[in-house]
């Protein structure tokens, strides 16, 4: 019976070339890595530290460059939660409205491993990143997973020729003749964790890892891959190189999330709190994106046969129901409510469509006008978190 080495689940640095086996009474199962990390994580016989570190500062990791650090910053301006930094080059800002907040600009695989370490409280990464490098450790906690930006999917991707031509599926592959334990199918890939866990899944056995930056979809064409495994937005350039995803190759949909560790919201003074204000910001103006105010007047008898015709209509129902409120008007020497006034909310995509019923059944003086937040009693996600910590 072969030993099953284990993967460290915090990798320190430099990690040296690894081979998994696992052998089963009908078959094997074999995956190679070869991959150097660089981590900052305290490590203590395998965990990281779990106490949280003496400090009374609240601490937020955010991307330091690049597309996902723009709409990183933008996103948090759009809630009124503008980044202060008074030098470009320093690393450390912080957020005006949230006192006793610190924000550490850092790389999205340190953000993660940091939040680990505990010298960070809360994140904003992508979801690719958080799974990878958190590696599923009980003691992270999503609190926000739909933060609407940096949008891409982690996908298997094949050529789309040669041996792989016909080849047009995770179970077509898993099925190929051709790998063995002496020449076992070879990935190129960033995931040295998602990567042959994916794999171990989808039952194909004999795979070598591969770690590389940059530019993985030359890998193929250059002989020094037969697969790749990567980070994909439009699929674009896999396209340009010959290069195809495949049915079942999607190892995980990633977004902008926010994060944080349990430890510090249950045991640090004032996490929770500040991450409630965040949490809340973040839906109010997530929620209102595309959406839009419809005002109009229309002739009616009463708010209650006005509303009968706005619930006739399909896209005027709003969030609720629509908001109505006599208009008041002098004729004659005498005051009377001989209109209404309705307010509802629409989105965007059926913007047109509603003005035209509005029309259609009497509606008037029609304005519009972009939402900015739209604050729910509470927000269900504050509910999910406080029920994920226990209190």
Sequence with gaps: ??????????????????????????????????????????????????????????????????????????????????????????????????SNLEVWFQRPKDIV????????????????????????????????????????????????????????????????????????????????????????????????????????????????????????????????????EIDGGTVLESQAVLVATRRSLIQRKGVLDTTHEILERLEAHLRAVGQFTVTANMRGSSAEEVAERILSQTSLSGLQGPTISPVFCKRDGRVSADYYAIVICVPKKELYKSVQQLRAIGGSGVLISPLTYIFDEETPRWRELLSKLGV
């Design 113 to 244: 491993r940091k939040l680990m370490s505990g010298d960070l409280d809360l994140g904003i990464v992508g979801l690719d990143t958080f799974t990878e490098y958190g590696q599923e450790n009980e003691d992270l906690i999503i609190v926000h997973d739909a933060l609407d930006y940096g949008d891409c999917r982690l996908s298997f991707a094949i050529p789309k020729y040669g041996i792989f031509e016909n080849i047009n599926s995770m179970k077509g592959l898993s099925q190929m003749p051709q790998w063995t334990e002496e020449k076992p199918l070879r990935v190129a890939t960033g995931f040295t964790y998602l990567g042959p866990k994916f794999m171990k899944e989808n039952g194909v056995k004999h795979v070598t890892f591969s770690t590389a930056d940059g530019a993985l979809e030359a890998a193929p064409a250059m002989g020094i891959a037969d697969a790749i495994l990567d980070l994909v937005s439009s699929g674009t350039t896999l396209k340009e190189n010959n290069l195809k």
């Design 1 to 98: 019976m072969a030993v099953l080495p284990t993967l460290p689940k915090y990798p320190s640095s430099p990690l040296p070339s690894f081979t998994i086996f696992s052998t089963t009474s009908s078959s094997s199962y074999s995956f190679r890595c070869c991959a150097t990390a660089q981590s900052q994580v305290a490590v203590v016989n395998g965990r990281a530290d779990t106490k949280v570190s003496e400090r009374n500062e609240i601490r937020l990791g955010l991307p330091s460059k690049g597309r996902m650090a723009a709409d990183t910053l933008d996103l948090l301006k759009d809630c009124q939660l503008s980044v202060k930094q008074t030098n470009p080059r320093q690393y450390v800002a912080e957020i005006p409205q949230l």
